[in-house]
């Protein structure tokens, strides 16, 4: 399958890992845009939060489980934020569910 994300899973593309577990990889982000981004993905190929069912929901909470062991590994106790962007104009563009976090700067709020 040509998914970038899948490549990074099965190692065919490097990537600086953050966390992994059986459900989950966590590498840092590429093009970073905050001082802490890490990009946190289920080991499936979902293709964005517009493909979460009960089926594999299991996968997501997986995500969200490692996302609070990541912060307490890595002390963002100042807080984070964890963004999915889904879709075109959700500004997705990598089309393998992935949820950023991003820490260690004041994030603006409304996002642009
Ligand atoms: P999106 O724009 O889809 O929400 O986020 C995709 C993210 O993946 C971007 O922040 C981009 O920098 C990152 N990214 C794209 N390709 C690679 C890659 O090959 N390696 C890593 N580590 N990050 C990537
Ligand atoms: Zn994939």
């Given at each position: 399958m040509d998914c970038i994300f899948c490549k990074?899973?099965?190692?065919?593309?490097p990537s600086t890992k953050v966390y992994e577990d059986?459900?989950?990889?966590?590498?840092?982000?590429i093009d970073p845009k905050a001082p802490f981004h890490v990009?946190?993905?289920?080991?499936?190929?979902?293709?964005?939060?517009?493909?979460?069912?009960s089926e594999n929901?299991?996968?997501?909470?997986?995500?969200?489980?490692?996302?609070a062991k990541?912060?307490?590994?890595n002390n963002l106790e100042n807080g984070f934020r964890v963004v999915n962007n889904c879709g075109e104009d959700g500004g997705q563009?990598?089309?393998h569910i992935h949820f950023h976090l991003l820490a260690r700067r004041n994030l603006a709020w409304?996002?642009?």
């Amino acid at each position: 399958m040509d998914c970038i994300f899948c490549k990074i899973i099965s190692g065919d593309i490097p990537s600086t890992k953050v966390y992994e577990d059986d459900k989950v990889l966590a590498f840092n982000d590429i093009d970073p845009k905050a001082p802490f981004h890490v990009i946190v993905i289920p080991k499936k190929h979902i293709v964005s939060a517009a493909d979460i069912t009960s089926e594999n929901s299991h996968y997501i909470s997986a995500v969200y489980e490692a996302i609070a062991k990541i912060a307490k590994e890595n002390n963002l106790e100042n807080g984070f934020r964890v963004v999915n962007n889904c879709g075109e104009d959700g500004g997705q563009t990598v089309g393998h569910i992935h949820f950023h976090l991003l820490a260690r700067r004041n994030l603006a709020w409304p996002p642009g």
